[in-house]
């Protein structure tokens, strides 16, 4: 399969339309004065079922309804955001869903998966989960939509930055958070298209630093172990084949860690006002990192990936005040 | 000073046009469902401060601003949402502001408010800091901004029910959480000027049920102590006279338990991605109430007051998990 291009990009928006929300674009005044640049947010936790997952998931199913090939059924492999968005975009087709998801799933995202209609089996870890899901797919009726490493997934989940880009007009840096690396690949074919001057520039948990790695060492690297990190939407072992050709075109990368994750979503929840979960506030790292490197005002604009959180995590986001210590910026430089 | 009628609220949202924020309306297709009713939030958390206090405070200094007679100096008594809008208007008319605040203001709130170029008085008590507003006032080039009983302050909240309603078309009721009154006064106005046909329903906590022995005794009642809620912005010891005349018209009043506002705020926080504060919660109560009232599927217009919240009060919202146990409407009947 090719990698996806800007027309197929184009494609997927001309699809998605009747079924995705345009979501807006918000920004923080006293953010914006403390870090001395413009940070604009497109808030994909205001997305149907909660996450941008649901573009790429649609984007799929579209252009099998296009060439008259939908399947009798789905399946997916996911404990996240992606299980929902299968379930949800399933339910636009009157196809049945079955989400493969391990026993680890919580039992909000389950109950909301199952609220579009969709079947959820659980399997005691991830990986055998992701060999149900293999097995399943191998009837003929059946479709698999994969979480991030696909050309239609790829380009689904880049109509979340075409559409930001068309939304806020210039910007000097382009940021998103990095699980499998499916939304930073779609900002790239995005960004690349549109604003060819921006930079690209991702990050992911310090805990979960496949990707990192994989970019030090030019091939593929994949977590040994389940990582222990707040973003859990960032936590999958490892890039795709697809998704690491993108990513080696990133201007910058970095690995974040949980006192920083944990700050920026409180911040970000404060400042913003929307419930975003930890994964959205990985960028915020990075951005304080280019603001201090960057004298002059700029704008840049950071994807929020979503607002799926359990009461858990809200627990250990919040169980420290860190609204009392805004940001020292000079600090970032350490990591 | 004669209570403010729908032309002052056409009036206000003029004025208001180029400095406050067209807030959305959101809605959650699961909450529809459990319901069985169309319950659609008016965001007024995502207004610029957070809250919609913001809309009163512009009104009565844009007032002053056509009629030339700004004041060399505004102040106004308020440890919360109202203390930022002041801060902000004025700051909108290059006017000093200062705050008088009981020390038990959140300092974030203090920043917040510091952050839009306010000076911050702090006091030991609530009434010290509105006794020390009174004096302040005293001088005839300051204008004193009071947080609710006031014409042009109701008539600037209106704004808020006047702005959802043209956005949703008709609805069957409108719910509004009450502390001073001043937002459920403008949703009384907006509303019978509008859709008459809708009802009005207000809620407070039952820790500081002021309004409700208010409406019950025919007279203003105030709380004998500052009371202990989740629900801050409905803290307010009692309503005034504008805003008590516009109460008596309510077709409906309820008060709401602790657990109640902290349930309600996680799942409201869960299900439409929102930062909302747990004054913004309180209607919640009210709504399922109505909901098992109402047979047949009605739509219902909630305005969310605000987002500022400080780590403390996250603590305690999210320090039990509510997410894992969806609303059993039928309980609702036991108030």
Known sequence: MAAPTYDDVLAAAKRLGPHVQQTPILESSLLNKWLGHRILFKAECLQTIGAFKLRGAVNMLARCAEQNRLPRQVVANSSGNHAQAVAYAASLYNIPATIFAAQSISPVKAAATESYGAKVQCYATRSEA??????????????????????????????????????TGPVDAVFAPCGGGGLLSGAVVSTQALQP???????????????????????????????????????????????????????????????????????????????????????????????????????????????????????????????????????????
């Open 197 to 335: 001057q921006a930079q690209i520039i991702g990050a992911e948990p310090e805990q979960a630093n496949d990707a990192s790695r994989s970019l030090q060492s030019g091939t593929i690297e994949s977590l040994s172990s389940p990582p222990d990190t707040l973003a859990d939407g960032a936590a999958t072992p490892s890039v795709g084949e697809h998704t690491f050709g993108f990513l080696q075109q990133l201007d910058d990368f970095y690995e974040v860690n949980e006192v920083q994750i944990a700050y920026w979503t409180q911040w970000l929840q404060h400042l913003l006002k929307l419930h975003i979960e930890p994964t959205s506030a990985l960028s915020m790292a990075a951005v304080t990192a280019w603001a201090v490197e960057n004298p002059t005002p700029k704008t840049a604009l950071v994807i929020l990936s979503g607002g799926n959180i359990s009461a858990a995590t809200m627990q250990k986001i919040w169980q420290q005040d860190y609204l009392l210590q805004p940001p020292n910026l000079t600090q970032q430089d350490d990591k």
């Open 130 to 167: 992701d060999q149900a899901v293999q097995t399943a797919a191998a009837d003929p009726d059946t479709l698999w939509i994969p979480p991030f490493d696909h050309p239609d997934i790829i380009a689904g989940q880049a109509t979340a930055t075409h559409e930001a880009l068309l939304q």
